[in-house]
């Protein structure tokens, strides 16, 4: 089954202590994204990648690292999470086309 | 920059009733659109999708219609069930420096009550 997976999808942690969130995709798919979702304000992008090795920033990048160094993975890494990084995080998925296939999204609570 | 701009939620409606969520958006260029859908405690799901002005697209009952002169991009159902209930997110995409990044609206959650 095409399917774009992410763990965990729940997680509660406290300041300033280090995280990944992982994310998946087998699809063959070059381009991966992550995005972030808060109330009233839709999803924003944090951090994408053309391919394996090129990585840029979103429109929110500020506190997150990612990496990608096989094509099907997309960790996204807080070094120091703060109060502030507390949302549901999607990783998404695409061919290069227009359409994006998402994961089923982390909950992440940084007290 | 680009935006995109939906009508505010809750929307609550009975069973069977018709349904329209407006979206409009503002864009240089001709951006493709896209309605996508969050069911309680799913990740989003690709609702359907308009490439170009005049394009409708169509899936589950529901349909939008890519209006150029109006920059809209308004979703309808004519006879809604309780398992719509859910957010409903429209989106457009933006080519910028080969970054295929989806621009959103807030998401409108829709209550289908029986």
């Known amino acids: 089954e095409a399917q774009v997976t992410q763990n965990p999808r729940y997680l509660i942690t406290v300041t300033g202590k280090k995280l990944t969130v992982t994310c998946s995709q087998n699809?063959?798919?070059?381009?991966m994204s992550w995005y972030r979702q808060d109330p009233g304000l839709g999803l924003r992008q944090i951090y994408y990648s053309m391919n394996v090795e090129v990585t840029d920033k979103g429109d929110v990048p500020e506190g997150y690292k990612v990496s990608r160094k096989e094509k099907r993975n997309f960790p996204l890494i807080l070094e120091s999470p703060s109060p502030n990084q507390t949302s549901l995080y999607f990783c998404a998925s695409s061919t290069g086309g227009r359409e994006q296939f998402f994961g089923p999204g982390t909950r992440l609570t940084v007290l | 920059g680009n935006s995109v701009t939906q009508m505010e939620g809750p929307v609550t409606l009975s069973e069977e009733a018709f349904l329209t969520i407006n979206c409009t958006y503002t864009a240089t260029g001709y951006p493709s659109l896209f309605w996508y859908v969050q069911y309680p405690g799913e990740g989003l799901q690709l609702l359907l999708k308009?490439?170009?002005a005049d394009d409708k697209g169509s899936n589950k009952g529901f349909e939008a219609t890519y209006r150029k002169e109006t920059t809209s991009f308004h979703l309808e159902k004519g006879s809604v069930q309780v398992s719509d209930s859910a957010v409903y997110f429209c989106a457009l995409s933006e080519v910028k420096d080969s970054n295929y990044q989806l621009i959103w609206g807030a998401g409108t959650k829709l209550i289908i009550k029986p």
């Open positions: 699809m063959n798919h070059e381009y």
């Open positions: 308009a490439t170009k």
